[in-house]
């Protein structure tokens, strides 16, 4: 959707109340007497019917207004302005329709035909719905003007990007309560320069911000040109304020005090004095000033510094704050990206960002670098100072401002615009909403809340909740600072984000970008984490996400959630997007809360440990893959992790050891499916009962069944579902009959990826195919008669591979699938290349509109049932179920209650404390009616008793059951509790360092 940017908010200018005087009433005041007289008391009248109410409402509308205020502080003030325009279309829209139905009646009562008293009747019912429309949308929190997301805007800017660098050593020295308060001091004194020139600060990037000054058509002074005079005097008055802001330590706690303020005052202002004292020169004499060379003035600073350190009688320095600046300015487009239920990001795109991030790394600390681009423009306003031709022939960024000495001057018809403010203060954002109704404000909160971090759009709910008086916002933000171990993840994809000025094309890349963002926030918020940023920076796009915040801190949590999710996300966009990602991850304490200034402020994560997460995601030590610190690695002991070189970093004395995670194979994953055991001990009576139901559906047909094994982990789950599977293949053999066997374990991460099982089973499932059905087993020699209980123990059992078909290659095979289903084209682009990693499908790709989640798990059923149509049974064994995604879960419910050959067993952990992705209806009707018809079963698995644990002693110890003495039996059997699995590593671990002895008895 694409919204004018010269479309502003502006409140509503209120006309002083009238009062209409009648011409035979007193005009001399007596009328206006009893106007008064009557609305005070229809006041009082109203007060006392409906006090109660009254009162709840304007405390609720009150505290709307609080949360709004408090919440918008969080968010750039264009996206605040973006959602005040919403509101202030969607009011003309309503009151358009309240014109048209007003006209509509009015030619109704002109009228006298039924042509048109019908057609009054049509346009009633519409704009009825109209409005219902206008409510629902409100409620449900969509935008009210129906555009979705990406909603994008072009503009002309200038941006400035400030660059903070002390606050990692900081964070090492103070405690919490102390780093708090001194970045947000020093954060505070930025702030309130940018906003004093009147600059919108968009992103808070970790120690930096980006702040944007837009040329505004509703202000003919604030031109590009202004825009840019505006940011460099801003930036040149942060450098000179703000640098060189150093901490001390007396014997006391620490304090903080600014060593560059002293002698900012000793000089004045920027334009007031030169570096000798003396009043500045004339302008017709400005140009003869011969300006020092870069070199010279960084050695004149610092002989300077040096020369105040050894006058002043101060304790010593512990820590010094420092900033840079690099400015730019050009074509810029702002992108809204997420949803309206979940969360949203602002994006900045646009070559003004390279420039900045060109500009910062030309400069040292208390310098401003300007693009060439921002120089063409400043020169059009003022004059500057050295070779800048030169810098702008040869595309370099050029030096306006060092510390308390600047290198432009405005010419005297050009003016600077102060104290102008934010561009929606606490004042300004009063006015808005003075006249917005409940559900206005109510949408308005929820909307700006998409945008915040989720730990303060909690706190904020809880804080409006809450009827107990609260601290000051400050003080409540300080108290909610503190330091926790974080896992924290720097994502990046690879894909080029630069504006084409195609219209197309730039459309094109929005809807990419906010896919990115939707698949992110999809896959962080099943796994229970959070989203910290989404950014277009000086690094490329960047996604952040973190583990251990409040509402994100799980036992666990780096092996079972964070490290999982990170490959998921890295597997889902290259899967999905075909964007490849780079990943960096670390695991250590870091400060998390609020930071930045009184009125402008953002939550997040800083320390050192969050440097050498974005360090390890960059280009230079990663080539997209995922690496982490230590830290996650100790913590991570299911996957294998590859050493790669070390690496220094901000913030760490010595050299730190990198990691490569590798990708989790089923080995390692611990989700191959085992191998049969010769000699499988203990749970005959659950096997039997598994094999009779199948014997039953072989020989019968007539309806699928389901079978649902439960256990606790260490029972022998898994080993028995291995050895049940063959015993049924073998079975099924022997009785000459058809049968098909797919298996599949699921595991951590399958929860976040859609159709996870049948990206595994299909392939092995379209090589089941038979094009002629009756290429099978001869039927003559079909037997009837096996029975379990005398021949089961006699089978051969051993693992099999399914039979490929004859066709030639999985997308053959596939695309016979879709062409016999008559499915449409897009599902072999979605299915087959998106879902299945089919590398060609069923022609060229079409730009329709994906299929939905329903007709694909209709059509992965149905080819599931065409796939094995032609055998006698069909054995879906699935493992660890309780790790199965929601849509794998609505494939297996079709299959099963459309097909009549497939028995699906199941294995899971217990329910009661391993939630199952699957629908609730239909796990109710699996309880009662299907299992009422016998097509439902559940085992629930046991510990050992002594007897099985007595012979499987035998077994691993290669011994008679009489050989085993009594007290052996009793150790073993109390230190394992009866658990197979530990019982069976005892046993390995006796048996292996020869550790029992043979008595002469």
């Not at 060109?358 to 004059?383: C, N, Q």
């Not at 809807?511 to 959070?530: F, K, P, Q, S």
């Amino acid at each position: 959707m694409i919204i004018d940017e010269k479309e502003k908010y502006y409140p509503p200018a209120k006309p002083p109340a009238t009062i209409s005087v009648g011409e035979g009433h007193d005009d001399g005041g007596g009328a206006l007497e009893e106007f008064e007289d009557d609305k005070a008391n229809m006041v009082a009248k109203l007060m006392s019917n409906h006090g109660q109410d009254i009162s709840r409402s304007l405390l609720e509308r009150s505290n709307l207004v609080e949360s709004i205020i408090r919440l918008s502080q969080h968010a750039p003030g264009c996206v605040i302005g973006s959602l005040l325009n919403d509101i202030s279309r969607d009011r003309n829209e309503k009151k358009d329709i309240v014109d048209r139905r007003r006209r509509r009646g009015d030619n109704k009562l002109s009228s006298s035909t039924s042509d048109v008293r019908e057609t009054s009747a049509e346009e009633k019912v519409y704009i009825d719905d109209q409005l219902s429309l206008r409510d629902s949308r409100m409620y449900s929190g969509q935008s009210l003007g129906g555009e979705s997301t990406p909603i994008f805007h072009r503009r002309e800017s200038a941006l400035l990007f400030v660059d903070i660098s002390g606050f990692t050593k900081l964070s090492n020295m103070l405690d919490v309560e102390s780093f708090s308060n001194c970045i947000n001091s020093y954060f505070e004194k930025v702030i309130n320069q940018v906003t004093s020139y009147g600059g919108d600060i968009l992103k808070f990037a970790g120690d930096a911000i980006f702040c944007e000054w837009t040329v505004s058509s509703h202000e003919p002074f604030q031109t590009l040109e202004q825009c840019v005079l505006q940011a460099a005097t801003c930036a040149a008055e942060i450098v000179a304020l703000c640098s060189d802001f150093n901490i001390f330590e007396d014997s006391g706690p620490f304090r903080q005090k600014s060593m560059r303020r002293l002698s900012h005052e000793r000089r004045g202002s920027l334009s007031s004095l030169t570096d000798n004292g003396a009043a500045p020169q004339s302008r017709t004499g400005h140009k003869e000033r011969r300006r020092p060379s870069l070199e010279q003035l960084r050695q004149s600073f610092s002989r300077r510094v040096s020369m105040e350190a050894s006058f002043s009688n101060r304790p010593s320095v512990e820590s010094t704050l420092n900033v840079k600046c690099g400015l730019g300015v050009g074509h810029m487009a702002g992108v809204h990206v997420g949803d309206s239920t979940s969360r949203r990001e602002f994006l900045m795109l646009g070559d003004p960002i390279d420039q900045v991030a060109t500009a910062e790394a030309a400069a040292r600390h208390g310098e401003v670098f300007a693009s060439p681009e921002a120089i063409s423009y400043l020169t059009k306003m003022g004059t500057l100072d050295g070779d800048w031709e030169c810098n702008v022939k040869h595309g370099r960024p050029t030096l306006l401002a060092v510390r308390g000495e600047r290198f432009f001057d405005l010419r005297e018809e050009h003016t600077l615009c102060r104290d102008v403010g934010l561009p929606f203060d606490v004042e300004k954002i009063l006015q808005c909403v003075d006249d917005f109704d409940t559900s206005e404000l109510k949408w308005l909160k929820r909307m700006i809340a998409l945008y915040v971090h989720p730990v303060v759009v909690t706190e904020e709910h809880e804080r409006s909740s809450s009827h107990v008086k609260h601290e000051t916002d400050y003080d409540r933000n300080l108290a909610s600072a503190e330091l926790r171990n974080v896992y924290t993840c720097f994502l990046s994809p690879k894909m080029d984000y630069s504006l084409t000025g195609d219209e197309e094309k730039d459309q094109k890349l929005f809807h990419r970008l906010n896919d990115i963002m939707t698949i992110t926030t999809r896959l962080v918020d099943r796994a229970e984490g959070h989203l910290r940023q989404f950014i277009v920076d000086d690094k490329g796009i960047v996604l952040i996400f973190t583990f251990g915040l409040r509402g994100s801190t799980f036992p666990n949590m780096i092996a079972s959630r964070a490290i999982p999710l990170t490959f998921t996300i890295c597997q889902s966009l290259q899967e999905e997007l075909g964007i490849k990602v780079a990943a960096g991850a670390t695991f250590e304490k870091a400060y998390c809360g609020v930071v930045g200034g009184v009125n402008r402020h953002e939550f997040a994560v800083l320390g050192p440990a969050v440097n050498l997460a974005a360090r390890l995601m960059s280009p230079k030590h990663n080539s997209d893959v995922i690496l982490v610190d230590k830290n996650v690695r100790l913590l991570t002991s299911q996957i294998f992790f590859r050493p790669l070189p070390v690496v220094k970093a901000k913030g760490y004395a010595d050299p730190v050891p990198i990691f490569q995670p590798m990708k989790i194979s089923s080995d390692q994953q611990g989700n191959k499916w085992g191998h049969v055991k010769k000699k499988f001990v203990g749970r005959s009576s659950e096997i039997k009962q598994i094999m009779h139901v199948a014997q039953e559906m072989t020989l019968t047909r007539m309806t699928s069944k389901f079978l649902f094994m439960t256990a606790s982990s260490g029972t022998g789950k898994s080993s028995l579902m291995v050895q049940a599977t063959e015993s049924v293949r073998a079975m099924v053999k022997k009785m000459k009959k058809r049968v098909i066997v797919t298996r599949y374990i699921s595991n951590e991460g399958d929860s976040r990826i859609p159709f996870s099982l049948f990206r595994s089973i299909f392939k092995d499932l379209l090589r089941q195919i038979q094009q002629d059905d009756d290429a099978s087993m001869n039927s003559s020699k079909e037997r009837s008669d096996f029975e379990i209980d005398k021949e089961w123990d006699s089978l051969s059992l051993q693992s099999h591979s399914t039979k490929s078909s004859l066709m030639s290659n999985d997308a053959t095979r596939f695309r016979y699938v879709c062409e016999e289903l008559n499915a449409p084209p897009e599902f072999a682009e979605v299915v087959g290349k998106r879902l299945l990693g089919l590398k060609s499908t069923a022609g060229p790709s079409t730009a329709g509109k994906p299929p939905d989640l329903n007709k694909i798990v209709n059509f992965m059923a149905d080819a599931f049932i065409r796939c094995t149509k032609h055998a006698d049974l069909v054995l879906l064994a699935l493992d660890d179920v309780h790790w199965m995604d929601e849509m794998s879960w609505k494939v297996v419910q079709e299959i099963f209650e459309r097909s009549d050959n497939v028995l699906t067993c199941c294995g899971s952990r217990p329910p009661s404390t391993n939630h199952l992705e699957v629908d609730e209806k239909f796990w109710s009707e699996l309880h009662g009616a299907y299992k009422e018809e016998g097509r439902y079963l559940e085992i629930n698995l046991g510990l050992f008793s002594e007897t099985d644990a007595l012979e499987m002693i035998a077994y691993h110890l290669d011994v008679s059951v009489e050989e085993i003495e009594g007290s052996f039996l009793r150790n073993l059997f109390t230190s394992s509790r009866g658990m197979p699995h530990y019982l069976s590593y005892v046993l390995e671990t006796i048996r292996r360092n020869d550790l029992t002895v043979k008595l002469d008895n």
